[in-house]
């Protein structure tokens, strides 16, 4: 049995792995460390309440004092650090926080796993996995391989900046003081529990609420796109088989257009509409119950610095691990359209704010 602290569990990412660890795992302790930000939302765990196997914990991962006391506590023998800020375009308005979290909170949480598991020695089998990003690599020309474990680090926005920092972080604590560490760089997820600033969650709203679909530039910025529930597994196979000191590259193996996935995702959503009355009647002012969600695409300003095109070789953990993306971007980009349709209140309440009302109904907060 595994005693793991999540850190960032009530993100999109980290409430996606609390879920297919538990039911992966339903015997293990998960204990979810969460700032709660904009971007955490304890509803995301919401099925799991009550559950005995779960603590939720609201804190800073710079909070040494207070980590190091948890991981006593707990017992923790695994930290899975999936806590940052997380979106480019918040990082190119204000990168303050993106070096306070991403390079200070983590160094704050290294430095509790050193001082409880190595200078305390209260974990002998221990693991610190770090969640990172394939930006940390830079941006490829249309004909480079995919980034590897070896490429050049090269981040370009203080975002990835902030996330390369972090992983050296995570590597010098593993090469001078022994911490048992693995990093994995994975590339941009999609899937349940998305916060509707990313591209592919705001697309999805948009469409229903009849509004303009902001495509960045030209739209040719190609990104490697990988389901979440993809995700999950491979950092489950990392944790289970990775070596320490070593990082692990995921990817979805789907590479696409920005335009392209537009698109993509206007075709769905015209086809989901053509096949339910009670969706046209729902989202009468989209235009996709005319078959037409495409005409709300509207090329605006390009992002400062905008990265042209990341893809993946995930050739080691492939080789390594056996891991194998699953899921195929259409079936995924279709699952996801459903899965916002299905849960029109889940996104209502972060896009109000409203989602933070569950916190003082559940916790008294
Ligand atoms: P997210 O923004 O949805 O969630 C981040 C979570 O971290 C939130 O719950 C937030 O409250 C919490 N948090 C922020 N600052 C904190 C702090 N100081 N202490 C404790 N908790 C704090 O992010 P995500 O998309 O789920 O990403 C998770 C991780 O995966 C990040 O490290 C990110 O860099 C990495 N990553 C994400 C993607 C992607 O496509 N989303 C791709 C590659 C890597
Ligand atoms: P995003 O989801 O922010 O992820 P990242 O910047 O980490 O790759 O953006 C994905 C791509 O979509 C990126 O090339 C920027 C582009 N984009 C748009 O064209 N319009 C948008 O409104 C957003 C949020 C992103």
Known sequence: MSRLLVTGGAGFIGANFVHHWLRQHPSDRVVVLDALTYAG???NLATLQGSASLRFVQGDIGDTPRIEALLREESIDTIVHFAAESHVDRSIHGPDAFIATN???????????????????????????????????GSLGPDDPGFSEATQYQPNSPYSASKAASDHLVRAYHHTYGLAVTTSNCSNNYGPFHF????????????????????????RNVRDWLHVSDHCRGIELVLGQGRPGEVYNIGGGAECENIALVKLLCRVAD???????QLRARYPQSPAAAGNAASLITHVKDRAGHDRRYAIDCGKIERELGYRAQVKLEAGIRD?????????????????GSYRNWLATNYGR
Request: aromatic share 12%; no cysteine.
């Open 196 to 219: 509707p600033e990313k591209l592919i969650p705001l697309m999805i709203v948009n469409i229903l609420h009849g509004r303009p679909l902001p495509v960045y530039g030209d739209g």
């Open 271 to 277: 086809e989901a509409f053509a096949e339910d009355p």
């Open 41 to 43: 939302n304890p509803e």
């Open 103 to 137: 390079v200070v909170g983590t160094h704050g949480l290294l430095k509790a796993a050193r001082q409880v598991w190595l200078q305390e020695g209260l974990a002998p089998a221990h693991r610190f996995h770090h969640v990172s990003t394939d930006e940390v690599y």
């Open 336 to 352: 996801t359209f459903a899965w916002y349709v299905a849960n029109p209140g889940w996104w209502q309440r972060v896009m109000d």
